[in-house]
């Protein structure tokens, strides 16, 4: 079964899909972080957690939101409780919302998710349930929010050294590309999509090897072109860090230039979005993640000579000039990129 996505000088692109796919089966059935676009909440969960002061109220059993002084989860009593909620009690959706405002305060809390029973099971059965509902008219706000909750606390997960490989493992990932595999612009897709990328992100974050060798036998270098051609700025920054992150990998790297309809594939979206940050400024983060992306791609010998042809000229001009004036970390690649190019075909 084939994905198309792009556009190569002889058509439509098509990459194989992996194994095992939970597209296969369904349907048969904010924030940025400083250096890398993971660590995503919901962004109406944001504005809650921005609004509520936690130290001054007390859940739906009056059990206090004061937090102690302790850096172990299970020591805070309103972790065991929802907790407990979650995979028990009534109130699954209070404790998909209390847990995710406390991941930042536990740097255990992943491993707590991971390893109490019933935890893992609850999260997948939140968002295999929404599957029947990925149809604009069916996704209300409140389900998209409770979902967009559920995969925070998998983020969470994804996003731990201890955790993360088991994570990997359970193949969970593969559970959340129906979302990204979304087309609709409506916010509550978006927040979907977006959040979904985040689990994504975290994952492909250190440069695991192993994380590489798995989503690379998945669809997530089609879904991800998809999302940085027609989503929303946030959803294509962090589609387009986890490309980047795929091709510094050697395997990924080889993987992407072993064919020239997925070059192509690849150097058409990403001149499509520099064309459109030509139009639409200032560019931000996402023109940093282009240049980068192909400055890796001008690593393998072959791809070097077609992107002497392919490069945006507006790359090779002064067009962004005082775009990067004050991202010299961005000035320098680009440079590099296209001093390499001049060593390959010079003048």
Not at 102 to 120: C, H, N, P, Y
Not at 149 to 175: G, M, N, R, Y
Not at 177 to 188: A, I
Not at 245 to 263: E, H, N, S, V
């Amino acid at each position: 079964m084939y994905n198309n996505v792009g556009t190569g000088p002889n058509g439509p692109v098509s990459f194989p899909m992996g194994a095992g796919n939970p597209l296969n089966t369904v349907n048969q059935q904010q924030q940025l972080m400083n250096s890398t676009p993971t660590g995503l909440t919901h962004p109406q969960t944001q504005a809650q957690n921005q609004n509520q002061n936690q130290n001054q109220n007390q859940n739906a059993n009056g059990v206090s939101t004061n937090q102690p002084n302790s850096t172990h989860a299970l020591e805070d009593p309103n972790v065991y409780h929802w907790i407990c909620q979650l995979t028990y009690g009534p109130q699954k959706e209070q404790a998909l919302l209390e847990l995710g405002r406390k991941r930042e305060q536990f740097d255990d809390l992943a491993i707590v998710l991971w390893s109490s029973f019933g935890v893992m099971t609850s999260l997948l059965n939140e968002i295999i349930s929404v599957y029947p509902m990925l149809q604009p008219q069916m996704l209300s706000n409140q389900l998209s929010n409770r979902v967009c909750d559920a995969l925070v606390l998998l983020q969470c997960v994804a996003s731990h050294s201890e955790t993360k490989h088991l994570f990997l493992q359970a193949h969970i990932p593969l559970f959340l590309f129906p979302f990204l595999n979304t087309t609709s612009r409506q916010r509550t897709f978006e927040y979907l999509r977006l959040t979904s990328l985040g689990v994504i992100g975290a994952l492909v974050k250190n440069d695991s090897q192993d994380v590489i060798n798995f989503l690379l036998r998945t669809d997530i270098v089609p879904l991800c072109l998809r999302i940085m051609e027609s989503s929303s700025e946030l959803s294509k920054t962090v589609a387009i860090f986890i490309l980047q992150k795929i091709l510094l990998d050697d395997m990924g790297l080889q993987y992407i230039c072993a064919t020239k309809d997925r070059f192509y594939a690849i150097t058409s979206v990403l001149k499509n979005m520099v064309d459109h940050l030509t139009i639409h400024t200032p560019p931000g983060r996402l023109l940093k993640h282009i240049i980068r992306c192909y400055l890796r791609l001008s690593d393998d010998l072959e791809a070097r000579k077609l992107l002497n042809v392919v490069l945006p000229e507006s790359l090779r001009d002064n067009t962004f000039a005082e775009a990067l004036s004050d991202d010299l970390g961005s000035k320098r690649c680009l440079a590099q990129l296209l001093l390499t190019l001049k060593d390959e075909n010079p003048q």
